[in-house]
């Protein structure tokens, strides 16, 4: 069992910045592949960003990247959302989520391929 727990999160001004962090439990962290998610009111869940277990290879929603960067530190079991020149439509609850397969970034949009994820935390940006 893996337990995700997101921080990070609050309120910030159009074009300001946050970090996100997402905390995993255990001992298999290195393994997996890692991805944000988010979901405002109203909307469904869409992906953001998503990061191999490697690190090495990483994709992004057309709507943040350029914006947004994902990475990890597999040696503090921890990944990482940076988010820049953010906008209020940015404005959600973001989920990490760990895809316990591990792989590559082939269908790392894909929510159900994900196993584990966090509560969230939520992200406002005020205009």
């Known amino acids: 069992q893996v337990q995700l727990v997101e921080s990070g999160g609050g309120l910030v001004q159009a074009g300001g910045s946050l970090r996100l962090s997402c905390a995993a439990s255990g001992r298999t962290f290195s393994s997996y592949r890692m991805g944000w998610f988010r979901q405002a009111p109203g909307k469904q869940r869409e992906f953001v960003a998503a990061i191999s277990s490697s690190g090495g290879n990483t994709y992004y929603a057309g709507s943040v990247k350029g914006r947004f960067t994902i990475s990890r530190d597999n040696a503090k079991n921890t990944v990482y959302l940076q988010m820049n020149s953010l906008k209020p439509e940015d404005t959600a609850v973001y989920r990490c989520?760990?895809?316990?397969?591990?792989?590559?970034?082939?269908?790392?949009?894909?929510?159900?391929?994900?196993?584990?994820w966090g509560q969230g935390t939520q992200v406002t940006v005020s205009s």
């Open positions: 989520a760990a895809d316990s397969r591990g792989g590559g970034i082939f269908g790392a949009t894909d929510s159900f391929r994900y196993d584990y």
